[in-house]
Structure formats: structure tokens, C-alpha cells
């Protein structure tokens, strides 16, 4: 007996040929895509449930491979500041007092946001820790939710940039072994730990190269802030030269390395250090435009051979986790970069979000694409709108005219989260009043201080 049967869609496959597939039946069992069929046949098989998605198109489930889900709780803060300022104004001065309800809270509202637009799959760039077990508090909250989580544990110790959060480097590293022993790879492969060096100046030198071999040991990956304006002056102020040639000259690169943003002084010779080390890039384009940090060369990467995944980045500096504006965003700023409308295609970005995501992430081989054996990580989308008619090309309305509006169910694990637009097992109304509650509060703290 199958769990779900998916009836008569349209199937945007992702797969290496890019298939398109129509009037198509998803079985899925046991969290995974056992069969696909054409609805043409007349067989009857036994199910659980049968849904019926005739002329909606079905896709795989957006990665966002960036963000800092403990600033939902912080929109708006620091707003039209230069990056060092809004460090101070939109996270150091309440960054300190977050507690456990708050973690708990921005990490089940941030996960609902995400799947609204069709993610299934997040990573959190998980700091800051003023106190014990903030993570997994955000664990708790993305099982609840039911989206696939990636943390990465960040460290800092050491810099000016976050002076309230500096913390022990031994007690920092051992929280990381006991997450990675708790959480990695746990939960259906619903959970993973990954370890992060903040930046190359927030992060010791000797801490950065233990968490490296920490990684490697537990077979995991690492994921840091790279070549954005900041890093760069802090790396040449502190090792005389730029940070992904300091990473370079310490190998401290390597294929388990997603490197954030990359948006400055991106020239030949960090694009060939990029592709010799098989590092990964997470692209954020609303966060390089908000702190005004510069466009990604994405389409020279691309034509590199440098995998490319999307993100969001945190919400105090984009300020949401909307996957589908950041696939429109991503083409247009590829198109402005270059002068060529021609730059970048629909199809590359929605890979970019999708297969590319995965790939990233090192899940490609169970999540990215629909196809025979992978998780049934998946959306679905109602193209049957006023701002998606008349409908011509699926690819082509879902990233230059889709919004929020036409996820119409997400699938994760083989389960439904959100069906008819409707969480299943959450209440909305409660997690956006608790949210704004506890949001006010935190940032209420600094000024009764």
C-alpha cells in the first residue's frame, strides 16, 4: 500500500535532462518517490490517500542554504545602515539576551515562512549561543514544523564585530561534538550538523583548524561568511592578504566548504582557487543588495563549473525567507550584472534552487529533483492565476511571475505540511502572535536595560 498517491500533474523534474513530465501519478511510500506513471493507466492501486493535482506542476522542494533563523525576530532592525553599523544596531545590542523561547519560536516561524514559498529543505547559520542549548531548541522547533534542517553550528571567539557574544573556544568546540553526536544524520536524514567559522576575523585561527578536522572526522560539512567588503578589510588587516586567499594558503578549502555570498573582488584567480577546491557557493542576493555588498558574478561561476545554491540569508537583512523573490532576484541581478538579458536562463536558476541546492548541501543524491528513489521533497504549484496567465512556459512563469500565492501544498518526507495553502498540524495565528510577543521582547530588553 503506497502513502500517497499524486494524480495527473505536471512533473518539473529537475533531473539531468531537465524533463518535463505531463499527466503523470507520484506514488510515494515510506517518505520516498517509489514509482511514476502515466495517468493514462487505469490501474487501480491501493492507497492511503489520493490527491488529485490535475494541471498543477509539481516541483522539487526549494534549498535555502543560507539564512539566520533567530532574525525573524529582528526585521526592520538596522534598515539602510552600512554593514558595520547595522552589525551593531540590528544584532549586537540584542543578540546577548536570547533565550531559549526565543530560538524556539523564530526557528518555527522562520521554518512555516519557508515553506509558504515551497522550501523543504533549510539551513541555519545557527549563532549566536550567550547561553547552553539554543540549538537545539531550533532542532526541536524545525521537527515540529516537519522541514528538513541543516544547522551549522557557528563559532565565534574572537573580532570586534560581535563583542557580546564571544565565548570560551574549547567550551564553544565541544557543544559542536555534542551536537554532531546527538543530531547528525539523525531523524530519516531529517537532521544534520554542520560547523561554521563565523567569519575569518570572528573566528580563531587555531579554532577554524580544529573545527576543520572536526568536520572532516564526522564526515560533515563547514559553511562561512566569504569575500564581502567586511571580510576582506578584516582579513587583510589581520593576515595581509584576502580571506579566501588566507582559507587558500592555510587548506583550509576543500568540497565540504560552502562559502556565503562571495560578492567582492571576485577575480580569476579566486575563481580558479574556488574550482581547484570544489568549494560550494551559497548565493544571497537580497542580503548583498540590502547591506549594498555588491552582485555575485553567479554566471561566471556557472560557466566555471562552481556548484551554486540560493539563500535568503537571515531576515534582519533581506528581510524574509521567500525562496521564489530570490530565484526572480537571482536572474535579474545576473541579467543587470552583465548587461545581457541572455546572462542567465530561467532554467539555470530554478536548478540553482533545486538540484544545484542539493548539491551544496551534499544531499543531492536523496533530495534536488523528482525522480524514482529520492525523498518526496516536494511543491506544488497552482500556475492557474491572475499573475501567472496565460500560461506559456511553467519554468518560465514560476520564476519571473510565480509568488507565494500559487504554492498551493508542500510535501516533505513524504508528508504533507501544507495542503490547500493550510498547515496541518500548526496554528498560524498562534506562532505570528507569540512571535511578535516574544520579538518585542527581545528587543524591548536593551531599552528597559
Not at 43 to 71: A, E, M, R, W
Not at 174 to 198: F, G, S, T
Not at 222 to 233: C, D, F, G, K, Y
Amino acid at each position: 500500500m503506497f502513502d500517497i498517491v499524486l494524480e495527473n500533474g505536471h512533473l518539473i523534474t529537475m533531473n539531468n535532462n531537465n524533463d518535463i513530465l505531463y499527466n503523470k501519478d507520484i506514488f510515494i511510500k515510506d517518505g520516498k518517490i517509489i514509482a511514476i506513471k502515466d495517468s493514462s493507466n487505469k490501474k487501480k492501486f491501493v492507497s492511503k490517500s489520493n490527491y488529485d493535482v490535475t494541471g498543477k506542476y509539481l516541483l522539487p522542494g526549494f534549498i535555502n542554504t543560507h539564512t539566520h533563523i533567530f532574525q525573524t525576530l529582528l526585521r526592520g532592525i538596522g534598515a539602510d545602515l552600512n554593514v558595520w553599523d547595522w552589525f551593531k544596531a540590528a544584532l549586537d545590542d540584542h543578540v546577548a539576551n536570547l533565550k531559549k523561547e526565543h530560538c524556539f519560536i523564530s526557528a518555527k516561524l522562520g521554518a512555516m515562512e519557508a515553506i509558504k514559498s515551497g522550501t523543504t529543505t533549510i539551513l541555519d547559520f545557527n549563532y549566536p549561543h550567550p547561553s547552553e542549548f539554543l540549538v537545539d531548541e531550533c532542532f526541536d522547533a524545525f521537527s515540529s514544523v516537519g522541514i528538513r534542517s541543516i544547522i551549522a553550528r557557528a563559532i565565534i571567539d574572537q573580532g570586534k564585530a560581535h563583542p557580546k557574544i564571544i565565548n570560551d573556544s574549547e567550551k564553544e568546540i565541544d557543544d559542536c561534538i555534542r551536537l554532531l553526536e546527538k543530531y547528525h544524520q539523525n531523524d530519516n536524514d531529517m537532521q544534520h550538523v554542520w560547523l561554521a567559522p563565523y567569519t575569518i576575523f570572528s573566528t580563531s585561527l587555531k579554532t577554524y583548524k580544529k573545527i576543520f578536522e572536526l568536520a572532516n572526522e564526522f564526515k560533515t560539512f563547514l559553511t562561512i561568511h566569504a569575500s564581502t567588503p567586511s571580510t576582506i578589510e578584516e582579513s587583510k588587516a589581520l593576515y595581509g592578504m584576502r580571506d579566501i586567499e588566507f582559507q587558500y594558503s592555510q587548506n583550509l578549502l576543500a568540497k565540504n566548504v560552502l562559502a556565503a555570498h562571495c560578492t567582492t573582488d571576485i577575480d580569476q584567480k579566486i575563481l580558479d582557487v574556488l574550482n581547484e577546491c570544489k568549494v560550494k557557493i551559497s548565493h544571497n542576493p537580497a542580503s548583498n543588495c540590502y547591506l549594498g555588498e555588491g552582485i555575485a558574478p553567479i554566471t561566471e561561476m556557472i560557466k566555471q563549473g562552481i556548484t551554486v545554491g540560493l539563500g535568503t540569508d537571515g531576515p534582519a537583512s533581506n528581510n524574509n525567507h521567500d525562496m521564489i523573490f530570490i530565484i526572480k532576484l537571482t536572474a535579474l541581478l545576473q541579467k543587470v550584472k552583465y548587461l545581457k538579458p541572455e546572462a542567465i536562463s530561467a532554467e539555470t536558476v530554478l536548478r540553482l534552487a533545486t538540484i544545484e541546492g542539493a548539491k551544496c548541501v551534499g544531499l543531492e543524491k536523496i533530495i534536488g529533483s523528482l525522480e524514482i528513489g529520492k525523498k518526496a521533497d516536494l511543491s506544488i504549484f497552482d500556475l492557474s492565476s491572475l499573475n501567472t496567465v496565460t500560461l506559456h512556459d511553467p519554468i518560465k512563469s514560476i520564476v519571473y511571475s510565480s509568488n507565494q500565492s500559487n504554492v498551493r501544498d508542500v510535501i516533505i518526507n513524504g508528508k504533507f505540511i501544507l495542503k490547500r495553502g493550510k498547515f496541518l498540524e500548526q496554528n498560524e495565528n498562534d506562532v505570528i502572535e507569540n512571535s511578535q510577543f516574544l520579538g518585542e521582547k527581545l528587543v524591548n530588553t536593551l531599552n528597559m536595560n
